[in-house]
């Protein structure tokens, strides 16, 4: 099974694709998606390390996708960009959980 260093989930595709480009950039094996049906359908057939659900993800669906991502083995990290460009919020905030 294909092992995803990143799964970032959010309502926003250019949000989304920002944080692919930049954390794929970086030599990391990552998928996006901006639907929860897409996104538990990653979880389902891939190995995820890392879920990051993006601040504009509603509670319910956050519930879903966290339970999906522990059943899975995945970290969730509940995106909090508090101000933060995606770039520098994903250095401070997600490239060092993926170093670990």
Known sequence: MYTVDL??????REVVDA?????GGLGYRVLG??????????????????LVIGGGVEA???KELTA?????GATVIQAERAGRG???????EVVPTLGE
């Not at 944080?19 to 954390?23: E, I």
């Not at 995606?86 to 401070?92: C, D, G, V």
């Open 7 to 12: 799964l970032t989930v959010g309502r926003g």
């Open 33 to 50: 998606s901006t639907t929860d049906e897409e996104a538990l359908a990653i979880l389902e057939r891939e190995r995820v390390r890392l």
């Open 68 to 72: 999906a991502a522990q059943e899975h």
């Open 60 to 62: 319910e669906s956050r």
């Open 19 to 23: 944080a692919l480009g930049y954390v």
């Open 86 to 92: 995606i770039e520098q919020y994903l250095a401070e």
